[in-house]
């Protein structure tokens, strides 16, 4: 994982691998479907991943759990972090808990500068 990368990049990333299981054409169908009836493009997924997972239910019903679990592998595993699963965590709880870890392991070894952007969120560990 480059530095470079934002959190959304990265988490944009993990969403296509994650929906790709499904095939080129039916990806394309799941984007065209959030687009087009919850007017969720696919830039916006990473501000609005409560809806993402709303809208994936209803494209895919049950299955969307396994896209869910795949996504969530992946995105930790480019965090460099483990998945782990927890009873009464959503997806959106688990895209902020990457999202709170990758912050810290971005700043642990990046510019100094990068540090004083945001200090919004960040626990100690």
């Given at each position: 994982m480059s530095r470079t990368q934002s959190f959304s990049q990265v988490l944009l990333e993990c969403v296509d691998e994650?929906?790709?299981?499904?095939?080129?054409e039916p990806r394309q169908a799941?984007?065209?479907?959030?687009?087009?009836?919850?007017?969720?493009?696919?830039?916006?997924?990473?501000?609005?991943?409560?809806?993402?997972?709303a809208g994936l239910k209803k494209a895919l019903g049950g299955a969307s759990r396994v896209i869910e679990r795949l996504i969530l592998k992946k995105l930790f595993q480019r965090i460099g972090s483990t998945f782990r699963?927890?009873?009464?965590s959503e997806f959106t709880d688990y895209v902020s808990e990457?999202?709170?870890?990758?912050?810290?392991?971005?700043t642990k070894h990046s510019d100094p500068l990068e540090g004083l952007r945001s200090k919004k969120g960040q626990v100690p560990s």
């Open positions: 994650g929906l790709s299981v499904l095939g080129n799941v984007y065209q479907y959030l687009s087009t009836i919850h007017s969720l493009d696919r830039e916006q997924i990473p501000d609005k991943v409560d809806e993402f997972a699963e927890t009873p009464d990457a999202k709170r870890r990758f912050e810290i392991t971005s």
